[in-house]
């Protein structure tokens, strides 16, 4: 009690002082927090779409599907076999350095459950969520339900990338959209459009490596 009266006291004395400290250390510290969650929010972000006036559609973390209720639709298994690593581009006229001929290629092999007859649609795209490093979106309508298909991403920037002096990013993130058109297996029931979202990190992944 003593050292909060003492504390209010030395307020009243020096107010001018208070405002300074004030304004050098509590601020900042605000100011470096609220940098810090922006900073987390938007390196957890993605997207597939552009809105009418051309920017990004972006979604989080939690737009993310949970695989409990995915596998209720679809169960699948992925796996980074190799990757072409870019080379670069000669000639470009710029003075900016641009790669070419890399890629990712995934097998890719789905089922459904017994109960659900379905359809599917499968986009991906390969992002690190910073900076742009981000390939273009493609679509995959072709995959054949119980085989093992092939799925290759265009990737053109060179990895590993060091972020910052404390980070440094191996790999991007794999992004799927899946859209689903269901039906179960009762008879009138309508078909429903659902689309869902999947995130996997391919830092543990093993695959080939050779340049393009």
């Given at each position: 009690?003593?050292?909060?009266?003492?504390?209010?006291?030395?307020?009243?004395?020096?107010?001018?002082?208070?405002?300074i400290l004030?304004?050098?250390?509590?601020?900042?510290?605000?100011?470096?927090?609220?940098?810090?969650?922006?900073?987390?929010?938007?390196?957890?972000?993605?997207?597939?779409?552009?809105?009418?006036?051309?920017?990004?559609?972006?979604?989080?973390?939690?737009?993310?599907?949970?695989?409990?209720?995915?596998?209720?639709?679809?169960?699948?298994?992925?796996?980074?076999?190799?990757?072409?690593?870019?080379?670069?581009?000669?000639?470009?006229?710029?003075?900016?350095?641009?790669?070419?001929?890399?890629?990712?290629?995934?097998?890719?092999?789905?089922?459904?459950?017994?109960?659900?007859?379905?359809?599917?649609?499968?986009?991906?795209?390969?992002?690190?969520?910073?900076?742009?490093?981000?390939?273009?979106?493609?679509?995959?309508?072709?995959?054949?339900?119980?085989?093992?298909?092939?799925?290759?991403?265009?990737?053109?920037?060179?990895?590993?990338?060091?972020?910052?002096?404390?980070?440094?990013?191996?790999?991007?993130?794999?992004?799927?959209?899946?859209?689903?058109n269901s039906?179960?297996?009762?008879?009138?029931?309508?078909?429903?459009?659902?689309?869902?979202?999947?995130?996997?990190?391919?830092?543990?992944?093993?695959?080939?490596?050779?340049?393009?």
């Amino acid at each position: 009690m003593n050292e909060n009266k003492g504390f209010i006291s030395w307020i009243r004395k020096y107010p001018t002082k208070f405002m300074i400290l004030i304004f050098l250390v509590f601020i900042p510290l605000i100011l470096i927090f609220t940098a810090l969650i922006i900073n987390v929010r938007n390196n957890h972000r993605f997207y597939f779409e552009l809105n009418e006036n051309n920017e990004p559609v972006y979604l989080y973390r939690g737009d993310l599907t949970k695989e409990s209720k995915l596998s209720e639709l679809i169960i699948f298994d992925l796996k980074l076999e190799s990757i072409v690593e870019p080379k670069e581009q000669v000639n470009t006229g710029s003075d900016e350095t641009t790669y070419i001929n890399g890629e990712y290629i995934f097998n890719f092999r789905y089922s459904t459950p017994e109960n659900v007859y379905s359809s599917f649609q499968f986009e991906a795209l390969l992002d690190t969520t910073f900076n742009g490093y981000r390939s273009s979106v493609k679509a995959f309508s072709f995959f054949e339900e119980n085989e093992d298909n092939k799925m290759v991403l265009p990737y053109n920037y060179v990895m590993p990338y060091k972020k910052n002096i404390f980070t440094t990013i191996d790999r991007p993130y794999l992004f799927l959209k899946i859209t689903v058109n269901s039906s179960t297996i009762i008879e009138g029931l309508p078909l429903d459009n659902e689309v869902y979202y999947v995130k996997f990190d391919l830092s543990n992944q093993r695959p080939d490596v050779r340049p393009a």
